[in-house]
C-alpha cells in the first residue's frame, strides 16, 4: 500500500530565505509524485508534478522538487520565499496502476517579515 | 479556467440530520471525488466517481454515500449527521487516469452540532 510522510508539521522561516519541505512515500510500483498548496479559505491548487523523465521538476511560483528514487523522497525546494507563500503544502502520490491518490498530512509554512 | 464550486462554504447541522453536500465542475471530467481534511491528518478519500452512476469507495467511506446523476455534479450524504463529521470538506476532478491534476473546490466548513 502507498503511504506519504511529510516530515515536518510546521515550518517557520524569514522572507528572502531559501526552504525545503521534506516529503517521503512507500511504495512497491512506479509513481507519480505531486505538491499541492492551500492558501487559507481556499481549496488546493497543484504546485509541480513528477510523471516520468528529468528527476527535477519545476512548478509555479518559483518552487520546484527534486525525485529521489533511491531515497524514496520528492522534497519541495524554493531559494528565497516571499510572505504571500504562507500556506499549507501537500505532497501526494498515486501509482501507475491505480486510481486513488494519496495525500501527506501537511507542512504550515509560515513566512515572517 | 477549470471550475469546482462547492454549493455552501459553511454548514451547521444538528446531530442526526441529513446532509447534502454539493459539488459540480464545468470542465468535462470523468473523475470527481470527495476528501475529508482535519488537522494533522491531511486529505483522506471519502468517496470517489470515474463515470456517472458509478461510484467507488475511499478510505473513510463510512457514514458517508454518494450520488452522480449527472457527469458534472457529484453529491456527498452524511445519512445521520454525528458530531464526529465536523470537518472541512473538499470536493475534486480529474480528468481520466492518476497523473492527472486534480481541481479542487474552495471546501465546505461543516459543523454538526
Known amino acids: 500500500a502507498q503511504s506519504v510522510t511529510q516530515l515536518d508539521s510546521q515550518v517557520p522561516v524569514f522572507e528572502e530565505a531559501p526552504v525545503e519541505l521534506r516529503c517521503n512515500y512507500s511504495?512497491?510500483?512506479?509513481?507519480?509524485l505531486f505538491w499541492y498548496v492551500q492558501y487559507p479559505n481556499q481549496g488546493l491548487q497543484l504546485l509541480l508534478k513528477?510523471?516520468?523523465?528529468?528527476?527535477l521538476v519545476k512548478g509555479i511560483n518559483g518552487f520546484e522538487a527534486e525525485f529521489n528514487k533511491s531515497q524514496t523522497s520528492f522534497h519541495l525546494r524554493k531559494p528565497s520565499v516571499h510572505i504571500s507563500d504562507t500556506a499549507e503544502y501537500f505532497c501526494?502520490?498515486?501509482?501507475?496502476?491505480?486510481?486513488?491518490?494519496?495525500f501527506g498530512a501537511g507542512t504550515r509554512l509560515f513566512v515572517k517579515a | 479556467d477549470v471550475k469546482v464550486t462547492q454549493s455552501s462554504r459553511y454548514l451547521v447541522k444538528r446531530t442526526g440530520e441529513k446532509v447534502f453536500l454539493e459539488c459540480v465542475q464545468d470542465?468535462?471530467?470523468?473523475?470527481m471525488f470527495w476528501y475529508r481534511q482535519d488537522p494533522g491528518l491531511g486529505l483522506r478519500l471519502i468517496y470517489f466517481s470515474y463515470d456517472v452512476k458509478m461510484k467507488e469507495k475511499g478510505d473513510i467511506p463510512e457514514g458517508y454515500s454518494v450520488s452522480r446523476e449527472k457527469k458534472e455534479r457529484f453529491s456527498l450524504i452524511l445519512e445521520s449527521a454525528s458530531t464526529n463529521q465536523t470537518s472541512m470538506y473538499l470536493c475534486?476532478?480529474?480528468?481520466?487516469?492518476?497523473?492527472?491534476?486534480?481541481?479542487f473546490g474552495q471546501g465546505t466548513r461543516l459543523t454538526v452540532v
Open positions: 475534486a476532478s480529474s480528468p481520466p487516469g492518476v497523473n492527472t491534476e486534480a481541481f
Open positions: 513528477y510523471l516520468s523523465g528529468s528527476t
Open positions: 501526494a502520490v498515486s501509482d501507475t496502476g491505480g486510481f486513488k491518490t494519496i
Open positions: 470542465m468535462d471530467h470523468e473523475n
Open positions: 511504495s512497491s510500483v512506479s509513481v507519480y
